[in-house]
């Protein structure tokens, strides 16, 4: 595993970390879980990104991975990043959801009882929420981190406005922002038209999630919609998307054939190329899936001819 430092920071990161989003909820197979986290783990992968409402249900990953972390990894809690997110809505009334101080300190403090924990390494304020002050969004980060239960901080999917006042604010309370968090993949590349550089220049580090846009950078989709797929339930992923995207996907996987690599393993490494992104955030349900990811690792380079065809099949 090759790690990278964090933007301007001194932590380093694993380039892959693992995703507790789905498939480690309630109704997910404890066995397999702990194969998973184990598996990856022993293959260098040291950071474990979750959030107060990543299961179903909202919070039951937390609690898993705070069971399985006691059981498993007791000992090796210093070797691992630990990261959790608020934001979203968690529970009923005012103060689930959004980015105000009570939200993001209760949320927090919540989280750390599920997880068994006295500190996560990352706590971000998981949206940009337009009815409270980025002042006041801001504060609670700093506290946070002078609390101790958190080692720092960072901020997903703002605006770049706001993303660059919220390090400005957070660089001058000396609790600078770690990390930055946002949707980035073949399919969806808005990062690069601000935040990549916008981030490199604060000396903030990038973490991109969803980097196989839900499954349709792998053969999942090549040859149809499978039953109980994602883009068949019609959740996050539509069966419209899919449809609209599927020459692009033909035309990336012909692509992958000639690099000797997976469709997947394209994706994933069409990230990595870029010293900007520090790490990718890979979602999985099995521990085979773990090691398809990670053969990503194995070429991330890329020609110039490579990449101009790319860009020519990219929306």
């Known amino acids: 595993m090759e790690y990278r430092r964090c933007g301007a920071s001194g932590l380093q990161l694993s380039r892959l970390a693992l995703g507790l989003w ?31 409402n990543y299961g179903p249900s909202p919070g039951s990953a937390e609690i898993n991975f705070g069971r399985i972390l006691k059981e498993e990894f007791a000992s090796h809690r210093d070797e691992m990043i630990i990261t959790t997110k608020a934001g979203h809505e968690m529970w009923p009334g005012p103060y689930g959801d959004g980015a105000s101080r009570k939200s993001l300190m209760s949320s927090l403090d919540q989280s750390l009882k599920r997880m068994q924990l006295e500190y996560v390494d990352i706590f971000y304020s998981h949206r940009y929420d337009s009815e409270t002050p980025v002042e006041e969004t801001m504060e609670a980060l700093s506290d946070i981190v002078r609390q101790g239960k958190a080692l720092y901080v960072g901020i997903s999917k703002y605006p770049p406005e706001q993303a ?9 309370n000396h609790t600078p922002c770690l990390i930055y968090q946002d949707r980035y993949n073949m399919l969806a590349r808005k990062p690069e038209e601000q935040h990549l550089d916008l981030v490199a220049k604060y000396g903030v580090g990038f973490i991109a ?16 919609i499978p039953e109980n797929s994602r883009a068949a339930k019609n ?7 899919v449809i609209r995207n599927i020459n692009t996907i033909k035309g990336l996987q012909a692509m992958a054939i000639q690099r000797g690599q997976t469709l997947a393993e394209m994706a994933l490494a069409w ?5 900007r992104v520090n790490s990718v955030i890979i979602g999985v349900s099995s521990k085979e899936q773990v090691a398809d990811n990670l053969k990503a690792l194995e070429n991330t380079s890329f020609s110039e001819e490579e990449l101009q065809n790319i860009n020519e099949l990219l929306p």
């Open 22 to 52: 789905h498939n480690f909820g309630e109704e997910a197979d404890p066995l397999r879980c702990k194969s998973m986290l184990r598996y990856a783990f022993d293959e260098g992968i040291t950071h474990f990104d979750l959030a107060n």
């Open 235 to 241: 959740g996050f992923l539509t069966e419209e998307q």
């Open 271 to 275: 990230l990595l190329k870029d010293n």
């Open 209 to 224: 999630f969803s980097p196989l846009a839900q499954g349709q950078l792998t053969d999942k989709y090549l040859h149809g």
């Open 164 to 172: 660059q006042k919220a390090f400005e604010l957070l660089k001058a």
